[in-house]
Structures are given as structure tokens and as C-alpha cells.
């Protein structure tokens, strides 16, 4: 997969690209990703790429044309082509920005399933309306929150999609076990020492059992889930999740938890009989 991003500070990127899994990744082959600057599509000597909005306001904003120009450069055809003839191509140009849809893991493997991927950042007091309208084919966001630039965002985005293409984490299992890769929170995990000023290891994962181990890891990522983000279990449960969350009932867990996960069971269509 070959992902560039658009910036006016490549050099914001540049720890990104030759640290840990993405510099693994791309010296390996794995992942092609490149920072094009649109200040060398601006055509003038000053390398201006920002203007006064029109009927007035504070700040500055991108122009377009140095945007399209950039991100044509990248896709290799005028942007009405790439529009003609995406479905084919399977490329895809996002604009990172406050207006968007709000990033998802969901939305991670979607974009890991195309062939380039094209990040926009914008900067300053934002960019010319045409690059949202005429230019991108989405806007996404990775928060309700103010940032200087796109910058950060697109480093997050471009880490949670490399993380989906095959081959680009050591572990084949790692990305499917990360919270969020399913529908909870990853369960609670240890390393040594077993035991740490009196704080020990929970005796499961120390058994060498893997079916009970296995079992305690989803009672557990359930059980944090429901606790710290409950919005993720509103929806069905699968059978194997409404037997964990039965079991941690029958188990005992305080008076709290067993409220709350009370609470998420009661949602599910699930009789007791069928969570035993």
C-alpha cells in the first residue's frame, strides 16, 4: 500500500517514518509512504501558499491551487480522472479536519483496503472550501478538539492503517488482539515479575491452561468494557460474549461491575438458559 500526505512541514514526520513498526514496515517493503510539500506547486518566488479569505475574517487560509496541484502530482492524473475512474484504481484522498466523520478502527480497515491512499493536511485558519468540495472524497476527524495542523492527525490515521495491511506487525495476531480491532477494549495485560510490591500476576495466566486463560482474557476485556466504555456493548452480543459476561456474574465481581454488566446482559436477547 502507498500512502503520501500532504503537508507544508515534511520535516513533522520525519521520527514518524524511521521509528519502530512504520520504519520496519517500509524498510521491509511493506508500506510505501512518502510527504509532499505544496509549497512547490505554489509558482511564485516566495513559495506563498496561503491568502486573506474573502469578505474578510482573521487568519490565513491554504489556497486550492497548490492542494490539487500537489495531490494530482501524487496521484498521477488530473483529479476528474481519479474521480472517473477511482472505483478501479482503488485510490482514495481524505482531508484531515474538524468537519469530518470521526475516526473509527472501522474506518482504519476500510482505508487500509485501498492500493494509495492520500492524506491532506490543512493548516493555519483552515483551507479554500473548493479543496473540501471539489479535491477530497472524505473529511476525517480524530477528535472535537482544536490542533495547529493536520499533522498529528494524519500521523494517527497512517499508523492505524498500517497497522491493518498484512505483514506489517511482528505478531500475525497483533492487530486483530488490539482494543478496537473487535468491538472491546483489550483485556488486562501482565509481564515479569510475577509478583511486584505485593501486586501479583491473577493465577490464570500463570496455569498453562489456554482454553481458561482464553476464557478470563474475554470475561475480562468484557468486564473493562463495560466499565469504561459501555457505548461499545450496545448493540448484540455474540453468544460467546454473553456466556463470558454470564460467568462473571456466577464468578463474583463487586457490587459495581456486577450492576453494570447486569445492565448490558438485560439488553441482549439472550435467555439464561442460552448464556450457561
Known amino acids: 500500500m502507498k500512502i503520501d500526505i500532504i503537508s507544508l512541514f515534511p520535516e513533522f514526520f520525519d521520527a514518524f517514518f524511521t521509528h519502530s513498526i512504520i520504519k520496519r514496515a517500509l524498510q521491509a517493503n511493506r508500506l510505501d509512504m512518502k510527504v509532499t510539500n505544496p509549497r512547490e506547486f505554489s509558482h511564485n518566488k516566495h513559495g506563498q501558499v496561503d491568502d486573506t479569505p474573502y469578505g474578510g475574517g482573521a487568519g490565513m487560509l491554504m489556497k486550492a491551487p497548490p492542494l490539487f496541484e500537489a495531490v494530482e502530482h501524487v496521484l498521477q492524473m488530473p483529479i476528474e480522472e481519479h474521480r472517473n475512474t477511482k472505483a478501479n484504481h482503488k485510490r482514495h484522498v481524505v482531508f484531515m479536519g474538524p468537519t469530518g466523520t470521526t475516526f473509527t478502527q472501522e474506518k482504519a480497515r476500510e482505508l487500509a483496503t485501498y492500493d494509495q491512499l492520500v492524506i491532506v493536511c490543512g493548516h493555519y485558519e483552515g483551507v479554500d472550501f473548493r479543496v473540501e468540495e471539489h479535491l477530497v472524497d472524505e473529511t476525517i476527524s480524530i477528535g472535537d478538539y482544536v490542533l495547529t495542523g493536520g499533522e498529528l492527525p494524519a500521523m ?101 461491575e456486577k450492576r453494570v454488566v447486569e445492565k448490558v446482559l ?4 439472550f435467555t439464561i438458559e442460552k448464556r450457561k
Open 156 to 256: 494517527v490515521v497512517a499508523d492505524a492503517v498500517a497497522r491493518m495491511i498484512p505483514g506489517v506487525l511482528g505478531a500475525t495476531s497483533g492487530a486483530i488482539e488490539d482494543s478496537f480491532y473487535h468491538p472491546v477494549l483489550e483485556c488486562p495485560q501482565y509481564t515479569k515479575p510475577q509478583e511486584y510490591r505485593g501486586m501479583k500476576v491473577p493465577d490464570v495466566l500463570l496455569s498453562g491452561h489456554h482454553k481458561h486463560i482464553e476464557q478470563w482474557r474475554l470475561e475480562e476485556s468484557l468486564k473493562r468494557t463495560a466499565m469504561l466504555r459501555s457505548d461499545l456493548l450496545h448493540r448484540e452480543l455474540t453468544t460467546e460474549e454473553a456466556k463470558a459476561l454470564q460467568r462473571l456474574l456466577d464468578r463474583g465481581i463487586s457490587e459495581d
Open 266 to 269: 438485560r439488553r441482549s436477547t
